[in-house]
């Protein structure tokens, strides 16, 4: 399974600088670039291509078999056609992975029902017909329910991933190809990423390897700083920064940064309180340091959103407690702990769970994102920045994209408008005809943050676009992403 996505990721993208590189990967996206294998295979596990990409070969649990075919055009699976196929049923009930020796002599099959690798002579090289089998070697010990299987170039080392320890397993063959005289080395976890692990896949010169799996249908990428030496991996794509605020409140609902990116400040439903960072490398939240905190409690109980003037001299916290924005004046710009308490504007009539505040960067006009509503209520202030002067103008309504709204962002501009949502949870992107009027909205895409985050609850972007950032209650974390 693995293989196949990154055949067709280093053949049909638009290729990124470093070809094994998973960023900047698109499919193809035309539907001639697949093809169905239904006829040999209604539970296909596995799949290989010959080295020159004029073979492809897979394997199920249906058939317990591995068919081969042969392409036309090498790498094009559209142009397959099916040949033969070699039953693996007396050493195998449930084949899961597929390998093959680089000049096509030994094939070796993994299993789950026996928990082991099952060696294979070819008489013809590539011809899985010509099959027979030798030997085996059991995983048990490592491994209960494998899934995955790949071999060094020189058939000195092999990798087991599976379901029960998703793990990446080494082993080292005494003897190249010879899967009796495999040994276990040790093994590197990649649950943090994937708890379901389907396939794996080494780059040639092994300073890379990629995992795919079921429960978030992603395929990560790892670089080994030492070649095949599974111990010195360590996660690189997709690419996310990961701060957890566990320590200072479980259930962050609210985020902001500091125009410059210095100071980060998340509002915890949980303490009911804004809690405020220094970041050592602006705009790198992995920098974040825990300074100081200021509760809003006294104003509401269940606080949601929150916002700052551009200047640091004026904070918003919007409450579903008592559905309205909060407004406070700082003595100290950006020092939360100056906050003093000065007026509210009810929002009730418009939501009665509001979620998410936003301001036009001139303080003239306010946003709210409800969860009642499912939607956007737009507002006009007579004095800006003053939210006792809004006046409810329009609303736009998101239903169609997120049922349980959380998060609202803007681009500076307000041609582009963003919400975020714990029902589908993806940051949703809408283009506004006419800037800052939510009635123009028209939805343009979305991205799907559920890898990270399965209850995201804010959301903020750096000013110029190039960094997003999305608060949760599901890991008590911020994650950063990166926006090319």
Do not use: C
Not at 26 to 51: C, D, M, V
Not at 104 to 115: A, E, F, P
Not at 436 to 459: C, G, H, K, M
């Amino acid at each position: 399974m693995l293989a196949k996505n990154l055949i067709a990721a280093a053949g049909n993208a638009g290729v990124p600088k470093d070809p094994w590189s998973l960023e900047g990967v698109t499919y193809k996206g035309s539907p001639i670039n697949n093809f169905g294998i239904a006829a040999e295979e209604l539970n296909p596990r596995t799949i290989f291509f010959k080295p020159d990409g004029t073979k492809m070969y897979v394997a199920g649990t249906i058939g317990d078999d591995v068919n081969e075919y042969d392409l036309s055009i090498a790498w094009d699976v559209s142009t397959a056609s099916y040949l033969q196929n070699f039953h693996v049923w007396g050493e195998e009930s449930s084949p899961q992975a597929l390998f093959f020796k680089p000049d096509g002599t030994k094939m070796y099959v993994l299993g789950s029902s026996g928990d082991d690798v099952n060696e294979y002579d070819l008489s013809t090289a590539w011809d899985v017909t010509t099959a027979s089998y030798l030997q085996l070697f059991s995983i048990s010990a490592q491994e209960t329910s494998p899934s995955g299987l790949s071999f060094k170039p020189d058939g000195t080392k092999m990798y087991i991933v599976g379901y029960i320890t998703d793990a990446v397993n080494e082993y080292s063959l005494s003897t190249a190809w010879d899967v009796t005289t495999a040994s276990y080395v040790q093994n590197f976890s990649i649950k943090t990423q994937e708890t379901f692990v389907e396939g794996l896949f080494f780059k040639s010169d092994g300073t890379k390897f990629y995992i795919i799996g079921t429960t978030d249908d992603t395929v990560y990428q790892y670089d080994l700083s030492t070649a095949w030496d599974v111990s010195s991996a360590s996660y690189s794509y997709p690419a996310t920064r990961y701060f957890s605020v566990v320590t200072e409140d479980t259930g962050p609902f609210g985020l902001f940064f500091k125009p410059d990116g210095t100071k980060m400040y998340v509002l915890g439903s949980t303490d009911d309180d804004v809690n405020e960072y220094d970041l050592s490398t602006a705009w790198d939240i992995t920098t974040a340091s825990y300074l100081q905190l200021f509760s809003v409690a006294a104003q509401d109980t269940s606080p949601t959103g929150l916002f700052f003037k551009p200047d640091g001299t004026k904070m918003y916290v919007l409450g579903s407690s008592g559905d309205d924005v909060n407004e406070y004046s700082l003595s100290t710009a950006w020092d939360v702990t100056t906050a003093s308490y000065v007026q509210l504007f009810s929002v009730a009539t418009e939501d009665s769970n509001p979620q998410a505040v936003f301001f036009k960067p001139d303080g003239t006009k306010m946003y709210v994102a409800g969860d009642a509503g499912e939607d956007i209520s737009e507002y006009d202030l007579s004095t800006a920045w003053n939210v006792t002067t809004a006046s409810y103008l329009q609303n736009f309504s998101v239903a169609s994209q997120e049922t349980n709204v959380t998060g609202l962002f803007f681009k500076p501009d307000g041609t582009k408008m963003y919400i975020v949502g714990a029902s589908g949870d993806a940051v949703n992107e809408y283009d506004l005809s006419t800037a800052w009027d939510v009635t123009t909205a028209s939805y343009l895409q979305n991205f799907s943050v559920a890898i990270q985050e399965r209850s995201p609850q804010a959301l903020f972007f750096k000013p110029d676009g190039t960094k997003m950032y999305v608060a949760g209650t599901g890991e008590d974390a911020i994650f950063e992403y990166d926006v090319t």
